[in-house]
């Protein structure tokens, strides 16, 4: 069989299982099974496939016909610019956390403006390490080499999985990664009070577990998805616990679930009194980012 015929009926088993871009997708697990090139598999199509290689491409179309996700099986997901070492331990970053980023970085620059030195940042719920190090890697690029910044996840697994991207990436020697059940366990003593909170926590309500993809239901993990009935389990602790470490000017950035962000914004004004809360929008509409400037004059309520 030659590899053109090959991919057309990888193809043809991938629309069959309701799997997004089934052509293109065929050809990704082509070049992962076999480790070729885009232009080799493409000079390829009319030679006929090694079986080794149709073998090994079988059992990953079979994986994702299955509904794996893509990114579990390449081992791989792209997030700022970088390449992030992914699989089942950790939940895939998707492009729009990547507004958190941003806002991390303009939280940053704000309190350096304001004199600030010594900028202390903490990822909650770090995972893959994705926010944690795309901060540190931006960071590096514009020389600021001050700034710290710690990664903390219940998870041993998967922090893991963020060490490993820190190596990855360089920035080993920039975040540290530390056990945690959100900031309970954060030794202020140790390491000083906060400066910025960020967090992509888990934000799916229970009960909306079966109308999710399968790619999400079955493959990720489910302690990085839901947060009780309503969501919003992951933000009452958080910053019920934020606002006891948090420096008094200091910030926090969460990313949210479509149709959260007022809601959050209310739990922020529960626990935090004359906080500057601003929301952001993703690139599809969708209020994503909840940031509050706390301020010197921040009173923690309660």
């Not at 941003?102 to 390490?129: N, P």
């Not at 926010?131 to 590096?140: E, G, P, Q, R, T």
Request: charged share 25%; proline share 4%; net charge negative.
């Amino acid at each position: 069989m030659n590899l053109h015929t090959c991919l057309r009926q990888a193809e043809a088993d991938l629309i069959r299982a309701q799997v997004e871009t089934p052509s293109q997708t065929a050809r990704w697990l082509w070049l992962c099974a076999t480790g070729v090139q885009t232009h080799e598999m493409l000079m390829a199509l009319g030679n006929e496939a090694k079986p080794d290689d149709m073998s090994a491409f079988a059992r990953l179309v079979q994986r994702r016909c299955a509904r794996e996700p893509l990114q579990y099986i390449t081992q791989q997901a792209d997030f700022c610019g970088l390449t992030f070492y992914v699989d089942e331990r950790v939940l895939i970053p998707r492009p729009e956390t990547e507004l958190a980023v941003q806002t991390t970085l303009a939280q940053i620059r704000r309190q350096k403006s304001a004199g600030k030195r010594g900028v202390r940042i903490v990822d909650v719920g770090t995972g893959s390490g994705a926010i944690a190090i795309a901060v540190a890697v931006a960071l590096d690029k514009e020389g600021d080499r001050t700034t710290a910044i710690v990664g903390v996840d219940i998870s041993a697994a998967a922090l893991e999985v963020a060490k490993q991207n820190a190596q990855r990436h360089g920035v080993a020697d920039r975040v540290r990664f530390g056990l945690g059940d959100y900031l309970t366990d954060y030794d202020a003593g140790r390491f000083g009070s906060i400066d910025i909170v960020v967090s992509n926590p888990p934000y799916i309500p229970e009960g909306q577990r079966e109308w999710l993809q399968p790619e999400v239901a079955r493959f990720e993990p489910p302690q990085a998805l839901f947060a009780g009935a309503d969501g919003l389990d992951a933000y009452r602790a958080i910053i019920r616990q934020a606002t006891v470490l948090i420096a008094t000017d200091g910030s926090l950035v969460f990313e949210v679930g479509a149709g959260q962000a007022g809601a959050v914004r209310d739990l922020l004004g529960a626990f935090v009194d004359r906080a500057r809360v601003s929301v952001l929008a993703d690139g599809r509409g969708i209020d994503r980012v909840v940031a509050a400037e706390l301020g010197s004059e921040f009173i923690a309520n309660g």
